[in-house]
């Protein structure tokens, strides 16, 4: 199974894009981690790890990020596990809007990780 993971400085942004990538995929598996536990504005390491735990025991877990942080929180969490685990684990230079619509219709499609990741880097922040 693959997985989409949505990582935002807001709880809030990260529900809502998890909402639009559901509905237009028909319900492709995504997970929203925002914000911290306290309910503020952050990103969360272990918020971001326990997910990334949970979502690798069952495959494969594209992240897409809002911003620097968490990214470098998502990198830091990758590091965390365990080497078995990292390598199911794909971490996408994607807008995190565009990417995740695009990501989650492709999966609900039937495309594999390797196409979606590859579709992903039409939507890159940078080149």
């Not at 949505?6 to 998890?18: D, F, P, T, W, Y």
């Not at 998502?74 to 996408?92: F, G, M, P, Q, Y």
């Amino acid at each position: 199974m693959v997985s989409l993971m949505l990582l935002s400085h807001s709880r809030k942004i990260a529900e809502g894009v998890k909402e639009l990538a559901e509905e237009v995929s028909g319900g492709a598996p995504v997970i929203a981690v925002g914000g911290t536990k306290a309910g503020t504005l952050g990103s969360d390491f272990d918020a971001i790890f326990e997910q990334l735990e949970a979502a690798t025991a069952k495959g494969e877990v594209i992240i897409l990020a809002d911003m620097g942080s968490s990214l470098l929180t998502a990198e830091t969490a990758i590091d965390a596990l365990d080497d078995d685990r990292k390598a199911n684990v794909h971490l996408s230079p994607a807008a995190l809007v565009e990417g995740s619509v695009m990501a989650a219709v492709s999966l609900a499609g039937g495309l594999g990780v390797a196409e979606i990741l590859e579709q992903l880097e039409e939507f890159r922040l940078s080149k």
